[in-house]
T-cell receptor, first 114, second 114 residues
């Protein structure tokens, strides 16, 4: 069965530290991949997405993610976090051309200390 | 920027009662989705809806659940006879074109079944 897993449950960083959140998916075919963010009290917002092409995708607020097909991974990175990045981050996958169903990872809570 | 809206933000109901959760998708979007997140668990897909019919549904979406687009702007999720285990955050999402696959989420309705 298709699944998405995120390795880190809760990450605590100081401002200006670099961030990498892990995401792995299990599916052998074509997958579209997404990172969503949920700031406290707000709804899920799209950070970035990968459909095809350049495996390094850039999103909003300085985030980027790299799709590594051989590792079934789509890790999220940011070189220097800010306090305002405190939020929950969700990786999600969608089987290409199949109904639009998003399969979510369990989420990673990021706390950035000022 | 257009947003998906959901009402109510919090619904408390007694076990066995019917509830209707409401969503107003973004106006030019054609695909609609419901997801839920039980506290401490992953966001799970429930159902997708296009052209006035269900495109795909998960195993969770049993006969107790139904969806409807009653008037061209609202998209509703009905739970006929709520159970304790239906307590969760319910998210509505919409997308313009399934192929672009970017889903925009509402803020969620927290359903508490007592």
């Amino acid at each position: 069965a298709q699944s998405v897993s995120q390795h880190n449950h809760h990450v605590i960083l100081s401002e200006a530290a670099s961030l990498e959140l892990g995401c792995n998916y299990s599916y052998g075919g074509t997958v579209n991949l997404f990172w969503y963010v949920q700031y406290p009290g707000q709804h899920l917002q799209l950070l970035l997405k990968y459909f095809s092409g350049d495996p390094l995708v850039k999103g909003i607020k300085g985030f980027e993610a790299e799709f590594i097909k051989s590792k079934f991974s789509f890790n999220l990175r940011k070189p220097s976090v800010q306090w305002s990045d405190t939020a929950e981050y969700f990786c999600a996958g969608m089987i290409y051309n199949q109904g639009g169903k998003l399969i979510f990872g369990q989420g990673t809570e990021l706390s950035v200390k000022p | 920027e257009p947003e998906v809206t959901q009402t109510p933000s919090h619904q408390v109901t007694q076990m066995g009662q019917e509830v209707i959760l409401r969503c107003v998708p973004i106006s030019n979007h054609l695909y609609f989705y419901w997801y839920r997140q039980i506290l401490g668990q992953k966001v799970e897909f429930l159902v997708s809806f296009y052209n006035n019919e269900i495109s795909e549904k998960s195993e969770i979406f049993d006969d107790q659940f139904s969806v409807e687009r009653p008037d061209g702007s609202n998209f509703t999720l009905k739970i006929r006879s709520t159970k304790l285990e239906d307590s969760a955050m319910y998210f509505c999402a919409s997308s313009e074109d399934k192929r672009t696959d970017t889903q925009y989420f509402g803020p969620g309705t927290r359903l508490t079944v007592l």
